[in-house]
């Protein structure tokens, strides 16, 4: 049910209160509202740079500990059968507290937290129909996939006897889960890793490039948050929920950027050789994927970013020319690689030969191309849309739609221009002749500002031209 301007103000003066009176600090941060569900946090007055803007002393944080220490969060750790998520603990303890009402210490707390994760936008939420819009997107299988990941840990736990005596639905189990998804951090307090939910810190919205940085204070005993640089009065309080595209935003927040350098395309390859040779290392490739999302055994997912280079958190190409170059090895160089594993665990991440590069770039845009024949709409289409700003308005889910599937095509269509581009050059007999070519001087003259030139240029000055220099 939506909420009046008028109730989530006094809601709102209810929770500032019952943070003031436990002791927390943020003389110059007001609560905004924009939206039914939307809120945000703002500067009520200018602050400078190095200011500590919020102290939100312990008591008033909920630790997954603490999940695990109540006496439900123990007799689900006796009677569960297999592997419990920290976010489960957390998600008990919030239904625990949440079953208090107004007895709840957190009570304040909880009268501003949504109330219908609809209202957010996720696609878990959407009808057949909206689903429709993001057919074929990796954005979707990550929904799909969240949802069946919290229906799969309700089976495993509502069975628990102490969770039965609850009266608690999977419908609750939902909320509270989604609730804790959307507004967990991660810190140390007292040497010890320890996810942690923190009021009025968790209405900070997103951006890349924040201007806040947050830990937990072992000295004062408290989750605090600073300052980088100077804020004028009414700006925005951000965080940075990650480096995540809209893939992940829109399922686990339910919002899409309009531009998102972290936007990623799907690869579906083999699990084996092509050629059906054996590879000892391939097992040890990390490659990125959604950890909601199990592997089937039949095919390897694998999530890139336009950064060929970037790996880990920031999930880029480089497991992808990792896994690839690894697929396509002849012969003689499975030898090489086989006799470099003992130097390195996985001797592909380092390009292999002209002839290898070749070929996983054949193979990334074959690969690629596969993808983007599923799609019912081309980007050309989806970009004619997104300036249709009546029929596609901002912060509608078919925007957001329009911009999930649009994030990931882009990706993809990278992945083909850049083979397209670098196949050419890998085919030369030396760095000269690429000098020579039309289209060396075209990547050279790319905006090094755009993501086609940025990485166009740093794959072909780390891998491209080595290896024709080395005559590999």
Not at 290 to 306: H, S
């Amino acid at each position: 049910m939506a909420v009046s301007d008028i109730d989530f103000h006094q809601r709102v003066e209810i929770l500032l209160k019952w943070l003031r009176d436990s002791g927390a600090r943020f003389p110059k941060v007001e609560i905004s509202r924009y939206a039914e569900e939307g809120r945000d946090l703002r500067a009520k007055s200018p602050i400078n740079a190095g200011e500590e803007i919020i102290y939100i002393p312990r008591k008033c944080i909920i630790e997954v500990q603490q999940g695990k220490e109540c006496k439900i969060g123990q007799a689900v750790k006796q009677e569960a059968k297999g592997w419990v998520s920290g976010h489960t603990y957390l998600a008990i303890r919030m239904l625990m507290e949440r079953d208090l009402g107004p007895k709840s210490f957190f009570a304040p707390w909880f009268k501003v937290l949504p109330t219908d994760y609809k209202a957010q936008g996720m696609p878990q939420y959407w009808s057949d129909e909206q689903k429709a819009e993001i057919r074929h997107t990796k954005t979707l299988a990550k929904a799909n996939a969240v949802v069946v990941a919290i229906e799969e840990m309700w089976d495993r736990i509502s069975q628990v006897s102490a969770i039965k005596k609850t009266g608690w639905t999977l419908k609750d189990f939902a909320w509270a889960r989604y609730t804790v998804l959307t507004r967990t951090f991660g810190v140390e307090i007292e040497k010890k890793e320890a996810t942690v939910m923190v009021p009025l810190a968790d209405m900070a919205n997103h951006e890349f490039d924040r201007p806040s940085r947050w830990k937990y204070d072992d000295v004062s005993k408290g989750f605090v948050v600073k300052i980088v640089r100077d804020l004028d009065k009414g700006m925005n309080l951000t965080d940075t929920y990650g480096s995540k595209g809209n893939d992940s935003f829109l399922p686990f927040y339910g919002f899409c950027l309009e531009n998102n350098e972290f936007n990623q395309g799907r690869f579906t390859l083999p699990v084996k050789h092509i050629n059906g040779l054996h590879v000892p290392f391939l097992s040890r490739i990390a490659v990125s994927r959604c950890a909601y999302e199990p592997e089937d055994g039949k095919v390897k997912n694998i999530d890139a970013t336009t950064d060929t280079e970037a790996s880990g958190s920031k999930r880029g190409g480089k497991e992808l020319f990792s896994y690839c170059r690894a697929l396509v090895l002849d012969s003689d160089e499975m030898k090489r690689m086989v006799r470099r594993q003992s130097k390195m665990k996985r001797p592909t991440e380092n390009p292999v030969s002209c002839v290898n590069e070749f070929r996983t770039l054949d193979l990334i845009k074959t690969t690629a191309l596969r993808s983007l024949e599923r799609f019912s709409t081309t980007v050309e289409e989806d970009e004619t849309i997104l300036r249709d700003t009546q029929r596609c308005k901002r912060f509608s889910w078919y925007r957001n739609a329009v911009l999930a599937r649009l994030g990931e095509k882009r990706t993809l269509l990278f992945y083909v221009k850049l083979a397209d581009t670098m196949i050419p050059f890998l085919s030369c007999k030396s760095y000269r002749a690429i000098t020579s070519m039309k289209a060396y001087k075209r990547v050279r003259e790319a905006d090094r500002e755009t993501e086609w030139g940025y990485h166009a240029n740093k794959y072909l000055e780390k891998v491209v031209i080595p290896l024709v220099k080395a005559g590999k």
